[in-house]
């Protein structure tokens, strides 16, 4: 299983762009790539996810690198509401087989 | 409905108790899991059901006994747990497993957990 590595925390102002970094730089060809965050108390909640292209929705963009040994998720509107751990995890068709294992993680606070 | 269903929220058991958590999801969903995560530390992997069989056991102690009575349901039968087994208990399921190279069919729904306190 591909493994991810993440800033431990960070501060992000209220109606500013969150961009959370995330290196997989071993990730195979096969491998997506998955965002999760966690909010206090609650399971964790499926963001984004993508393979080789950007990709957006209703929640968040995510940007891969050409070699797709990093990524970007941006969450354009930062709120209050998106405080929380924010997962990135490499998962494929390779030895991660029924596995979806989570690093640490980046804790993001919004402050007003 | 794409929820994932957990009872109880909260669990207070001895450690000569037998209790049993449970999860229910209605989205056709061909994969369960079971996760453990402890304070302040990421979600850890215990079992992965596929089509209602065992598929992954993370050498997860035998106090812990899973069952997947049907495709909709799973549980986690506790007996003679440890203090250190005081966890959140989180549920998910997927449409396949991951691993399996179908992308959005491979996102986890998770329940909101069984918060266990062993006294």
């Known amino acids: 299983d591909a493994k991810t590595t993440q800033p431990t925390s960070m501060d992000c102002a209220e109606g500013r762009a969150a961009n959370l970094p995330c290196n997989h730089s071993?990730?195979?060809?096969?491998?997506?790539v998955y965002w999760y965050r966690q909010i206090h108390s609650q399971g964790p909640q499926y963001i984004i996810h993508?393979?080789?292209n950007n990709e957006t929705n209703e929640m968040a963009s995510l940007i891969i690198t050409e070699d797709r040994k990093s990524s970007t998720l941006i969450l354009p509107h930062a709120t209050l509401r998106d405080t929380a751990v924010y997962y990135c995890?490499?998962?494929?068709?390779?030895?991660?087989?029924?596995?979806?294992?989570f690093g640490a993680g980046t804790q993001v606070v919004v402050t007003p | 409905d794409t929820e994932v269903t957990q009872t109880p929220k909260h669990l207070v058991m001895g450690m000569t108790n037998k209790k049993s958590l449970k999860c229910e999801q209605h989205?056709?969903?061909?994969?369960m899991y079971w996760y453990k995560q402890k304070a302040k530390k990421p979600p850890e992997l215990m079992f992965v059901y596929s089509y209602e069989k065992l598929s992954i056991n993370e050498s997860v102690p035998s106090r812990f006994s899973p069952e997947c009575p049907n495709s909709s349901l799973l549980n986690l039968h506790l007996h003679a747990l440890q203090p250190e087994d005081s966890a959140l208990y989180l549920c998910a399921s997927s449409q396949d497993e991951p691993g399996q190279g179908s992308g959005a069919n491979e996102k986890l729904f998770f329940g909101s957990g069984t918060q266990l306190s062993v006294l």
């Open positions: 071993t990730i195979s060809g096969n491998e997506y």
């Open positions: 995890i490499v998962s494929g068709a390779t030895d991660s087989w029924g596995k979806l294992q």
């Open positions: 989205m056709g969903h061909r994969a």
């Open positions: 993508g393979l080789k």
